[in-house]
C-alpha cells in the first residue's frame, strides 16, 4: 500500500474558497504546473517564497509515493509592464536598455534563477518549458478560442472577448470579482486602445516596428499576450484537466482568471481541480518595494550584504523560517525573526545528529506510532509545516530525553523516530545539514571575533593602543582583517 492510501490530504482550493479532500484524477499520479518566473531581472525574494512552498508540496506529494509530473515555466516572452496590454515587453525593454539581444537577457536571468534555486536546494520540477518553445500551440489556442466566437481581430491583434465569453461562463470564478463591478470600476478607453472594452485582454498583439521579439501568425508578426503561454503549456504536459494550480496571489487576477476563461472558450472544460495560492513576503512589517528601497534579494539575503539584516543567513536556515508559517499566510522577513529560526534549526540539526548515539531499551515510554502520524497529520491539512515543525521540536525534546535517560524506546521504536524525523526534516521540508556543520562554526567564530573587537574597543578607549594594534595584527595573521568604519569595526575573513 501507498502511503497517500493510508492518509488523507486536503488542500485549500482558492476555487471553493475551502479545505477539500484531495482526491487525483488518476489514481497514484498527479499533474502540477506552477507560474515561473518572467526572466528580466534577478529573482525577487517573494518569488522565491512561492517557489519554495511549492517545492515543499511536490517534496510530500512525491513522499506520499505520488507519480507527480510538476510543470513550472519560464516567461521570456510576452509579459508586458504593469501586466497591461500596452507598453513594452519587459524582456525586450531590458534587451534594449542594455544593448544586448532579448536572449541574452533570457539566459542571464534564468541562469540566476536556477542558481538561487539550486542554493536553497530545490527539487527541479518534471518538466521547465518556455514561452518562446510554445509559440506554435499558443497560436493554435488562440484559432480555438476564435472559432468558439471568445475573441476578435483588430488590426492584427486578438483580443479575448470578456462580455461574451461571461454571457455563458463565470468570468470572475476564482477571484469572486463580479464583471458588473468590473466595469463600473473601469475607465473609458477615450480611443487609446483596439479592444472593444477595458476588460477584454489580449491574446496576440502586433508588433511595432521597432519591437524586437516577434513571431509570424495568421493575424499579424507579433508574440503572445501574457496569459496565453500558461494555458497553452500548462494543458499541453498535464491535459485539459489537470490537479493542481499554484502561483503567488498576486496572480490569481487577472492571470489566473484569464487562464480558466481560455481554457473553457478553448476547450469547454476547466482546467484546475485544486487552485493554491500562496502569500506575500513582507520585510520588516512592510510589503517590499523598489520605489520605497524597501527590498532585498536572495544573494544579498544569503551574503549579508544588505542594510537590513546583522548577519548572513544560510540557505536551509531561511527554509526553516519559511517553513514556520503556512504558505497561506502573509510572511514578514526580520532580523530577529530568521536569528530566532536559526537557533532553532541548529537545535533540530544537533537532535538529529545525537539519534545514532541513543541506546534502545526493553519498553517504550514515548508513543512514536502516534507521533509519527500527528506528522501526517500536520502536512495532510493544507500542508501545515509550523504544525509539523512543532512536532519535529517534540521528538527532538524527547531525544535529548532519552539521551539522558528520562525517557526509554524500544529498538524498533527508536529505528521509527529516527526513519520519520529525517524523512520530514530532510525529504519533505528540504532542509541540509550543511548549514548546520558550516554556519554553526561560522556563529562560534563570529561571537569569538566580536569579543576580540569588543576587548579592542575598551583597551582604545583606555588609551592602551599596544594592546589594541597587537589584537588587530594578530587576527590579521590568522587571515581575519579588522575593518573600522564610522560607528561600527566589522571583519572579513581572507
Not at 544586448?100 to 542554493?119: C, K
Not at 497561506?328 to 534549526?345: C, I, M, Q, Y
Not at 569588543?454 to 583606555?462: K, S, T, V
Request: aromatic content about 10%; glycine content about 6%; overall charge negative.
Amino acid at each position: 500500500m501507498h502511503l497517500y492510501e493510508a492518509q488523507q490530504l486536503t488542500i485549500y482550493n482558492t476555487l471553493s474558497g475551502k479545505k477539500e479532500v484531495f482526491k487525483s484524477l488518476e489514481p497514484g499520479y498527479i499533474g502540477m504546473y506552477v507560474c515561473g518566473p518572467t526572466v528580466y531581472s534577478n529573482v525577487h525574494l517573494g518569488n522565491v517564497r512561492t517557489f519554495m512552498s511549492f517545492d515543499m508540496v511536490f517534496r510530500y506529494l512525491k513522499h506520499l509515493g505520488y507519480k507527480v509530473r510538476y510543470v513550472r515555466n519560464i516567461t521570456d516572452a510576452g509579459h508586458l509592464e504593469n501586466d497591461a496590454d500596452v507598453g513594452e515587453d519587459k524582456i525586450t525593454k531590458k534587451a534594449r536598455l542594455e544593448q544586448i539581444e532579448p536572449m541574452e537577457v533570457v539566459q542571464r536571468y534564468t541562469v540566476d534563477f536556477h542558481n538561487i534555486l539550486n542554493t536553497f536546494n530545490f527539487l527541479p520540477p518534471s518538466i521547465e518549458p518556455t514561452a518562446t518553445g510554445h509559440i506554435i500551440e499558443q497560436i493554435e489556442l488562440i484559432k480555438n478560442i476564435i472559432d468558439n466566437g471568445f475573441a476578435y481581430i483588430i488590426n492584427g491583434s486578438v483580443y479575448f472577448d470578456v462580455h461574451k465569453f461571461n454571457e455563458t461562463n463565470n468570468y470572475g470564478i476564482l477571484s469572486k470579482r463580479k464583471l458588473e463591478d468590473l466595469i463600473h470600476n473601469t475607465r473609458t478607453l477615450d480611443g487609446q486602445s483596439d479592444k472593444k472594452n477595458p476588460q477584454d485582454f489580449a491574446l496576440w498583439k502586433r508588433a511595432e516596428p521597432q519591437h524586437i521579439m516577434r513571431w509570424p501568425s495568421p493575424w499579424s508578426d507579433g508574440f503572445p499576450g501574457w496569459h496565453l503561454e500558461c494555458t497553452a503549456m500548462s494543458t499541453k504536459y498535464l491535459g485539459d484537466n489537470f490537479d493542481i494550480h499554484g502561483g503567488g496571489m498576486d496572480l490569481k487576477f487577472p492571470h489566473h482568471e484569464c487562464e480558466i476563461a481560455q481554457s473553457e472558450a478553448a476547450k469547454g472544460t476547466a482546467p484546475v481541480n485544486y487552485w493554491m495560492h500562496t502569500n506575500m513576503l513582507h520585510l520588516n512589517g512592510q510589503r517590499m518595494s523598489k520605489s520605497t528601497g524597501n527590498v532585498v534579494n536572495p544573494a544579498e539575503l544569503l551574503s549579508g550584504n544588505n542594510d537590513f539584516f546583522s548577519k548572513a543567513y544560510a540557505p536551509s536556515v531561511i527554509r526553516f523560517f519559511n517553513a514556520q508559517c503556512s504558505y497561506r499566510s502573509v510572511l514578514d522577513l526580520t532580523d530577529d525573526g530568521l536569528g530566532a529560526s536559526e537557533k532553532g534549526f541548529h537545535r533540530l540539526m544537533d537532535a538529529i545528529d545525537t539519534l545514532d548515539s541513543l541506546k534502545a531499551s526493553d519498553t517504550s515510554t514515548f508513543d512514536v506510532v502516534k507521533w509519527r502520524q500527528d506528522c501526517y497529520n500536520a502536512m495532510n491539512d493544507d500542508f501545515n509545516s509550523p504544525v509539523l515543525i512543532a512536532q519535529l521540536f517534540e521528538a527532538a525534546k524527547q531525544v535529548n530525553q532519552i539521551k539522558s535517560g528520562g525517557v526509554t524506546l524500544t529498538s524498533e521504536d527508536l529505528e521509527l523516530l529516527k526513519k520519520t524525523i529525517r524523512e520530514f526534516t530532510f525529504d519533505v521540508l528540504g532542509l541540509t545539514t550543511m548549514a548546520s556543520s558550516s554556519n554553526h562554526g561560522t556563529d562560534k567564530l563570529t561571537a569569538a571575533v566580536e569579543i576580540l573587537i569588543q576587548l579592542r574597543q575598551d583597551a582604545r578607549a583606555n588609551k592602551d593602543f599596544a594592546l589594541s594594534d597587537k589584537i588587530r595584527d594578530e587576527l590579521a595573521a590568522k587571515g581575519i582583517q579588522l575593518n573600522d568604519g564610522k560607528d561600527v569595526t566589522s571583519f572579513t575573513i581572507n
